[in-house]
């Protein structure tokens, strides 16, 4: 059950000011969100569980700068958990955008998830016609359930334009969704 | 989850009036999408370690909330701030030098706004000035020699009230010091020291002196007794460690080492894969385990880490039964650099039946330690549960129990006949623990080294 956004402000606080073990529930409440959300853009389980460990480890590092004033500490937190995904897929290659990082992502172990396999292949079909940016909005707005707010912050963008990067994914993919079939029933015939 | 697409539906076509009357395809875009969230559950034991690794990093790592000079150095307004100073220092002294302003004053500009040329010569500067240095051999004026502009051209008119009042002062005083001295007069005094108050000042200056050696003497004495102190605990103790440095050194050369003094503490301490919180004392925890030896069916090990602010104070043994009775164990220490506040390993052998028999209790370690607070005398006691399985145990002890029989056969190998390098290194690797660091890298690649030089 999650608790009152009034319950995770005070934690906040009193990690700010060096409670481990209010940090210890932040902990037990954000952990799986924040590895579902890198997990998503890297579908790597050991790079999730890596970049979930730096995340955590990183806004203990500077839980004391964090101001209530400037949003919410979920997208304080979503926020480290971004950029160290970008960090690392910058590290992998000199110059990459967000548009890039699906198809590297796509790359290491999809096929893990075996069992999945045609769906993901689906998801990918969607997922191309987007950009990148419009990729995580869909993604945490309907996947991870995250408010536009949220978003916004997350990605420092205005609530609007947020709204505006999700209306124009969802047509596109409403588009894409057509194609794919179209595509998927003539290999079938095949 | 329909319920949830409705909303998104709804929020999209209020946002976009356009996609009204296209709801079915949205919804079917949209739960597609929804269907197609893989899944990611994170593995349970990895978020358990990562939770306390990070509430025993959780002080280590948590930096206090910047002030402001924490916040202008994290910004680096720091150079900026130096070089302002700097500039401000350089700039005052500039204004306020006055060797320049004698210049100015014994050079006065015609009224009227006459220009006063800003410049300093080097001669000046090295600290000549007055009449004969401002003045050339034939009387004039000297030009000026190699110059650095002190400040733009500026007029009499544009001197602030300092610099004018400055310069005023300036040559009152060069007109009251540069006054020939009334004839006759003697410049030096006509009372002179008497032969005592010369005794007295030696003698001060003796007692002084005296007073500064016994201080100093008294100083050294307490020095000398720190380190014979120091030597003494050193002396007593060399025995019952092994320098690991040593020991790899000789080990890496081809040589099996012989005893040597100390285990080194840096690749013992680094991370903890497990963390008792009940007790916690200047936000560290104590930690203790206990389960089997893997060198000795008949031994058990107890492992206790505790942090190296409290050693001190640490009395070893007691350890105490539920029953409150006192249990003598061989205590073997892995000792830690007291400074960097890492936590020191203490180990205890204990005979197997005695901690399978206590395990089924509560077999409780007492630790007394005087609270800084209070100046109290104060126990925790701490309760080790035996955990049956050597497995079963954490990557913490496991590593610890393999760094002990490494030691164990270095030093006393007659003593630990079942023991061997290779289980040491089956058991090292066995357990890098949540987070894999370079010291423990490090002893493994000792424990092989020591295998291929056995």
């Given at each position: 059950?999650?608790?009152?956004?009034?319950?995770?402000?005070k934690?906040?606080?009193?990690?700010?000011?060096?409670?481990?073990?209010?940090?210890?529930?932040?902990?037990?409440?954000y952990?799986?969100?924040i590895?579902?959300?890198?997990?998503?853009?890297?579908?790597?389980?050991?790079?999730?569980?890596?970049?979930?460990?730096q995340?955590?480890?990183?806004?203990?590092e500077?839980?004391?700068?964090?101001?209530r004033?400037?949003?919410?500490?979920?997208?304080?937190?979503?926020?480290?958990?971004?950029?160290?995904?970008?960090?690392?897929?910058?590290?992998?290659?000199?110059?990459?955008?967000?548009?890039?990082t699906?198809?590297i992502?796509?790359?290491?172990?999809?096929?893990?998830?075996?069992?999945?396999?045609?769906?993901i292949?689906?998801?990918?079909?969607?997922?191309?016609?987007?950009?990148?940016?419009?990729?995580?909005?869909?993604?945490?707005?309907?996947?991870?359930?995250?408010?536009?707010?949220?978003?916004?912050?997350?990605?420092?963008?205005?609530e609007?334009?947020?709204?505006?990067?999700?209306?124009?994914?969802?047509?596109?993919?409403?588009?894409?969704?057509?194609?794919?079939?179209?595509?998927?029933?003539?290999n079938?015939?095949? | 989850?329909?319920?949830?697409?409705?909303?998104?539906?709804?929020?999209?076509?209020?946002?976009?009036?356009?996609?009204?009357?296209?709801?079915?395809?949205?919804?079917?875009s949209?739960?597609?999408?929804?269907?197609?969230?893989?899944?990611?559950?994170?593995?349970?034991?990895?978020?358990e370690?990562?939770?306390?690794?990070?509430?025993?990093?959780?002080?280590?790592?948590y930096?206090?909330?910047?002030?402001?000079?924490?916040?202008?150095?994290?910004?680096?307004?720091?150079?900026?701030?130096?070089?302002?100073?700097?500039?401000?220092?350089?700039?005052?002294?500039?204004?306020?030098?006055?060797?320049?302003?004698?210049?100015?004053?014994?050079h006065?500009?015609?009224?009227?706004g006459?220009e006063?040329?800003?410049?300093?010569?080097?001669?000046?500067?090295k600290?000549?000035?007055?009449?004969?240095?401002?003045?050339?051999?034939?009387?004039?004026?000297?030009?000026?020699e190699?110059?650095?502009?002190?400040?733009?051209?500026?007029?009499?008119?544009?001197?602030?009230?300092?610099?004018?009042?400055?310069?005023?002062?300036?040559?009152?005083?060069?007109?009251?010091?540069?006054?020939?001295?009334?004839?006759?007069?003697?410049?030096?005094?006509?009372?002179?020291?008497?032969s005592?108050?010369?005794?007295?000042?030696?003698?001060?200056a003796?007692?002084k002196?005296?007073?500064?050696?016994?201080?100093?003497?008294?100083?050294?004495?307490?020095?000398?007794?720190?380190?014979?102190?120091e030597?003494?605990?050193?002396?007593?103790?060399?025995?019952?460690?092994?320098?690991?440095?040593?020991?790899?050194?000789?080990?890496?050369?081809?040589?099996?080492?012989?005893p040597?003094?100390?285990?080194?503490p840096?690749?013992?301490?680094e991370?903890?894969?497990?963390?008792?919180?009940?007790?916690?004392?200047?936000?560290?925890?104590?930690?203790?385990?206990?389960?089997?030896t893997?060198?000795?069916?008949?031994?058990g090990?107890?492992?206790v880490?505790?942090?190296?602010?409290?050693?001190?104070y640490?009395k070893?043994?007691?350890?105490?039964t539920?029953?409150?009775?006192?249990?003598?164990?061989?205590?073997?220490?892995?000792?830690?650099?007291?400074?960097?506040?890492?936590?020191?390993?203490?180990?205890?052998?204990?005979?197997?039946?005695?901690?399978q028999?206590?395990?089924?209790?509560?077999?409780?370690?007492?630790?007394?330690?005087?609270?800084?607070?209070t100046?109290?005398l104060?126990?925790?006691?701490?309760?080790?549960?035996?955990v049956n399985?050597?497995s079963?145990?954490?990557?913490f002890?496991?590593?610890?129990?393999?760094?002990?029989e490494w030691?164990?056969?270095?030093?006393?190998?007659?003593?630990?006949?079942?023991?061997?390098?290779?289980?040491?290194?089956k058991?090292?690797e066995?357990?890098?623990g949540?987070?894999?660091?370079?010291?423990r890298?490090?002893?493994?690649?000792t424990?092989?080294?020591?295998?291929?030089?056995?």
């Amino acid at each position: 059950m999650e608790p009152p956004l009034e319950q995770i402000d005070k934690w906040a606080i009193d990690s700010s000011n060096g409670d481990r073990n209010a940090f210890a529930k932040l902990y037990d409440f954000y952990m799986k969100p924040i590895y579902r959300f890198i997990y998503f853009r890297t579908y790597n389980r050991g790079l999730a569980e890596d970049l979930t460990a730096q995340a955590f480890l990183k806004a203990i590092e500077n839980i004391a700068s964090y101001d209530r004033k400037k949003g919410k500490f979920s997208s304080w937190l979503y926020r480290i958990a971004r950029n160290l995904v970008i960090d690392h897929y910058r590290s992998r290659r000199k110059t990459m955008g967000l548009d890039e990082t699906w198809e590297i992502a796509s790359d290491i172990d999809l096929e893990e998830d075996a069992g999945r396999k045609e769906q993901i292949e689906q998801l990918k079909g969607l997922l191309t016609t987007l950009s990148g940016e419009q990729r995580e909005v869909v993604m945490m707005r309907v996947w991870q359930d995250l408010s536009y707010t949220e978003i916004a912050e997350i990605m420092g963008k205005s609530e609007a334009g947020c709204k505006m990067m999700f209306s124009r994914a969802v047509a596109k993919m409403r588009e894409a969704a057509g194609l794919i079939a179209l595509f998927i029933l003539l290999n079938w015939k095949g | 989850m329909e319920k949830r697409i409705t909303e998104l539906i709804d929020e999209l076509i209020k946002h976009d009036s356009s996609l009204k009357g296209k709801e079915r395809e949205l919804r079917k875009s949209i739960s597609e999408f929804a269907k197609a969230r893989p899944e990611a559950e994170p593995d349970p034991v990895f978020a358990e370690r990562l939770r306390d690794e990070l509430i025993r990093r959780f002080p280590s790592l948590y930096r206090k909330k910047p002030d402001l000079f924490g916040f202008l150095a994290r910004h680096r307004v720091k150079w900026a701030v130096g070089a302002t100073a700097v500039a401000a220092l350089v700039a005052v002294t500039i204004v306020l030098n006055p060797i320049a302003k004698m210049q100015f004053s014994q050079h006065p500009a015609p009224t009227g706004g006459a220009e006063i040329p800003g410049y300093i010569t080097q001669e000046q500067g090295k600290g000549a000035s007055g009449p004969d240095q401002a003045e050339s051999s034939s009387g004039k004026p000297s030009k000026p020699e190699q110059t650095a502009p002190i400040v733009a051209k500026e007029t009499m008119n544009d001197k602030t009230e300092i610099q004018n009042s400055y310069e005023l002062a300036v040559m009152d005083k060069s007109k009251t010091e540069l006054q020939p001295p009334p004839t006759g007069e003697d410049y030096f005094p006509k009372t002179e020291l008497s032969s005592g108050d010369g005794k007295d000042m030696f003698a001060k200056a003796e007692d002084k002196k005296l007073e500064s050696d016994s201080v100093k003497l008294s100083k050294l004495k307490v020095a000398e007794e720190e380190s014979a102190a120091e030597s003494k605990v050193y002396e007593a103790e060399k025995n019952f460690y092994i320098d690991f440095d040593a020991a790899k050194g000789a080990v890496q050369k081809g040589d099996l080492p012989s005893p040597a003094k100390n285990i080194s503490p840096d690749i013992l301490l680094e991370h903890f894969d497990f963390i008792v919180p009940q007790y916690d004392y200047k936000n560290q925890a104590v930690y203790i385990e206990m389960s089997d030896t893997t060198f000795d069916g008949k031994t058990g090990l107890i492992l206790v880490a505790i942090p190296a602010s409290l050693v001190p104070y640490v009395k070893l043994p007691p350890v105490l039964t539920a029953k409150g009775e006192n249990k003598e164990f061989d205590w073997i220490g892995m000792n830690t650099a007291p400074d960097t506040g890492k936590p020191q390993i203490i180990a205890a052998f204990a005979a197997k039946s005695f901690i399978q028999s206590y395990g089924k209790y509560n077999v409780m370690l007492g630790i007394r330690y005087i609270d800084d607070k209070t100046g109290k005398l104060t126990t925790v006691e701490q309760e080790i549960v035996y955990v049956n399985d050597l497995s079963k145990t954490s990557a913490f002890y496991r590593f610890y129990a393999a760094v002990l029989e490494w030691t164990l056969l270095l030093k006393y190998k007659n003593q630990v006949p079942q023991g061997s390098f290779e289980n040491v290194l089956k058991l090292a690797e066995g357990a890098y623990g949540a987070v894999p660091e370079a010291q423990r890298k490090d002893f493994i690649e000792t424990v092989k080294q020591t295998i291929s030089a056995e």
